[in-house]
């Protein structure tokens, strides 16, 4: 077999600096390069930087560096990530039980029980756990701020079953930082780990959840800085209790959203672990024994109502990032769970999975894409920045006096402001939203997900209105053949699912005038005036109510898809503010 140098020679930067220029035909590499939400360049073309692997007597079999290593090695390469599919736990126990079943039916290993109520828990937990099979069934909470009823529920379930909360695999996932938490979690996490019976603590205490943070509109850095600031503030908080850090640091894990961009999924997941292993060590423990337990989930900010099919792509890109960046633990909820869990789609969702588990093998390898120059160079560029802003944030006080001051929901709410400016802009494109718009109607979003700060929501209310209340709209179009102009206000009107009757001016009379009775009339001529007379005349009224406007109006507007919100009647304040 001929070598792959044999086959692959190597060459020299300036060699391949000589191919780029050729295919781009001389024009400059640099009109590749973009700038991220964080203000972060990211190029085209990058230096490869030397990249020294971290081993120790530990690790001397691998080939990556211990900050990279999921929590059990071992474990990922016989088996993959666990797979940690949500469940809606608000309903009957009943209901619950089956959706359960259904999960575990299908290779599930843990199973996230979503807005479970703390009422008569300990009385609906034999019928939501009847034939789950504890502790071979890891349970991961969302409790908020009734985590220390729902410990005491499990506790009481457990006993009944001669076990302890320690014999199974619970994830309590105390989160004193979350989006609507209670900070006294934190004292009473703090308390329990004190106090408790050791038998009683379950394994995953606490649980910082940047995937809620993500989804309420952070961006990846301020996600990171956020969740390792949330880290040390337990730690903090552990220290002054007199605990022993070694115990409390075994209990930490987190959360992270995983994007629809892959390559970023990644450099997260490996970003996050560097910035471990600096806080680790610099409380003098051994980053190797205290791995982070890391969950990446699927970001929920990213999907859309209005073409909820092209959720699926970006599920799987999703999945892929966090299983190639190491996580040991993938959640991903139904492509159609904005609208209501399809059992399809929860399916889908937890199948996606086992697919690239057994099919694609992305768990046979540990640190996949080490060495890889553009993504060592990402994952670099997003844990320095998100250790400065790490640092940032303790100088200010820490997460505990942020999240007094509501800094975090300041941080989120910007990001979501200047995301939606970008869509406003059209400098956001979102497949099946804003580009190659569908006209599908568009369902209104569950309760729960309306706290999001979703890009699409936007359009979505634009769509709704549009459905509602269909605008009467001219386009009064000179027949000739259609221009770039013409062919941009189709597509902009398309966004709003607005659908306008196009008429020559010719054909134009009073009785059209008065039966179609058009909220607006839109030339492509730029001059009224020019216009027959008879025209002129019979919208000279519509003209006096502000009811006349030009294609170049529309277009030339300072946010031309504001106008949209202006035909429809909608105001996008909301969102122009961040608070959706």
């Known amino acids: 077999m001929s070598s792959v140098q044999n086959k692959f020679p190597s060459i020299d930067r300036d060699q391949w600096l000589a191919m780029v220029t050729s295919a781009m035909k001389n024009k400059n590499s640099k009109s590749l390069d973009r700038v991220d939400e964080d203000g972060l360049e990211i190029k085209a073309l990058y230096e490869i930087q030397g990249h020294e692997i971290a081993a120790t007597d530990k690790n001397t079999a691998t080939t990556c560096a211990i900050t990279r290593l999921p929590v059990n090695p071992d474990t990922h390469l016989a088996h993959g990530w666990d797979i940690c599919q949500p469940v809606g736990a608000a309903g009957p126990a009943e209901q619950t039980n089956r959706l359960i079943l259904d999960e575990l039916n299908d290779g599930v290993g843990t199973i996230w029980l979503e807005q479970m109520p703390s009422a008569n828990l300990a009385s609906n937990l034999p019928m939501m756990m009847r034939d789950v099979l504890l502790p071979a069934v890891g349970i991961h909470l969302d409790s908020g701020n009734d985590v220390m009823a729902h ?5 009481t379930f457990a006993n009944t079953q001669q076990k302890s909360l320690s014999d199974l695999r619970l994830w309590a996932n105390i989160d004193p930082f979350a989006p609507d938490a209670e900070l006294s979690l934190l004292d009473d996490g703090l308390e329990y780990l004190a106090q408790a019976n050791a038998a009683d603590i379950p394994f995953g205490l606490f649980r910082t959840s940047g995937w809620a943070w993500h989804n309420c509109g952070m961006t990846a850095v301020q996600e990171l800085a956020w969740v390792l600031a949330s880290l040390v503030e337990i730690m903090r908080g552990g220290m002054e209790r007199g605990l022993d850090l070694s115990n409390l640091a075994s209990r930490l894990s987190a959360s992270l959203a995983l994007p629809a961009d892959l390559f970023d999924g990644i450099a997260k997941c490996r970003a996050l672990r560097r910035g471990w292993g600096g806080i680790v060590s610099a409380l003098g423990l051994d980053p190797n024994t205290h791995r982070l337990f890391l969950q990446g989930a699927v970001s929920v900010r990213m999907f859309s109502l209005v073409d909820d099919e092209v959720n699926m792509l970006r599920t799987t890109t999703a999945l892929l990032g966090g299983a190639i960046g190491g996580a040991d633990q993938l959640s991903a909820h139904a492509h159609d769970c904005l609208g209501g869990n399809s059992a399809a789609g929860r399916r889908l969702a937890r199948m996606q999975q086992h697919l690239l588990i057994e099919e694609s093998g992305l768990a046979r390898s540990l640190d996949a894409a080490g060495g890889a120059g553009f993504i060592e160079a990402r994952s670099d560029q997003l844990a320095d920045a998100a250790w400065r802003h790490f640092q940032k944030i303790e100088a200010d006080g820490g997460a505990k006096v942020a999240q007094m001051s509501s800094q975090f929901d300041l941080l989120a709410k910007k990001a979501a402001s200047q995301r939606y400016a970008r869509l406003a802009a059209g400098d956001l494109s979102l497949v099946g939203v804003n580009l190659q718009p569908k006209g599908r109607p568009v369902a209104s979003s569950l309760p729960r997900w309306r706290m999001l700060r979703r890009p699409a929501a936007a359009i979505e209310d634009l769509r709704r209105s ?8 001219l386009l009064l179009e000179n027949g000739k053949k259609s221009s770039p102009e013409l062919v941009k206000l189709q597509a902009l009107l398309a966004i709003g699912g607005i659908q306008p009757v196009q008429i020559h001016p010719d054909n134009i009379n009073e009785q059209v005038v008065a039966s179609v009775q ?9 001059n009224f005036e020019a216009l027959a007379p008879t025209v002129t005349a019979w919208l000279r009224d519509l003209q006096h109510k502000g009811k006349v406007i030009t294609v170049a109006a529309i277009l030339g507007a300072a ?15 909301i969102y122009q503010e961040g608070n959706a």
Request: charged fraction near 15%.
């Open 151 to 155: 410990l005491g529920g499990f506790s």
């Open 466 to 473: 549009a459905a509602q209340t269909p605008p009467r709209i």
């Open 559 to 573: 946010v031309p898809f504001e106008m949209l919100g202006n035909i429809l009647g909608i105001n996008l304040e």
């Open 518 to 526: 058009p909220d607006l009339v839109i030339l492509v001529e730029d």
